[in-house]
């Protein structure tokens, strides 16, 4: 299995920059694709976007586009999220989670989870 550890979350104003990390252990050849996601208090977990470590590409949900951007450090089995621009409706707890081969599509292996809170 794949175990995922979110760090980085805290309390930035608005206008300011963040940079999530979230670091895999484990079967960690087993991952295809890894993704951010995040859920505020009484609303359902949004996805943000996704990074495939077949070939590096990215994708984004249209809120976060020009001011969210994933990258990965692959020696250090580190998915980052890097976000400016941070308003306070990006307040949220932020989670990373795993596409593996031997679980299709579905985003198996999720972190416990950073908070995020952006005051205005």
């Known amino acids: 299995q794949v175990q995922l550890v979110e760090s980085g979350g805290g309390l930035v104003q608005a206008g300011g920059s963040l940079r999530l990390s979230c670091a895999a252990s484990?079967?960690?050849?087993?991952?295809?694709?890894m993704g951010w996601f995040r859920q505020a208090p009484g609303k359902p977990r949004d996805f943000l976007g996704r990074?495939?470590?077949?070939?590096?590409?990215?994708n984004y949900e249209d809120s976060v586009k020009g001011r969210f951007t994933i990258s990965r450090d692959e020696a250090a089995n580190t998915l980052y999220l890097h976000m400016a621009g941070l308003k306070p409706e990006d307040t949220a707890v932020y989670y990373c989670?795993?596409?593996?081969?031997?679980?299709?599509?579905?985003?198996?292996?999720w972190g416990q989870g950073t908070q995020v809170t952006v005051s205005s």
């Open positions: 990074f495939s470590t077949v070939d590096s590409s990215t």
């Open positions: 989670a795993a596409r593996l081969t031997n679980t299709g599509d579905a985003w198996s292996s």
């Open positions: 484990g079967r960690t050849l087993t991952i295809y694709s």
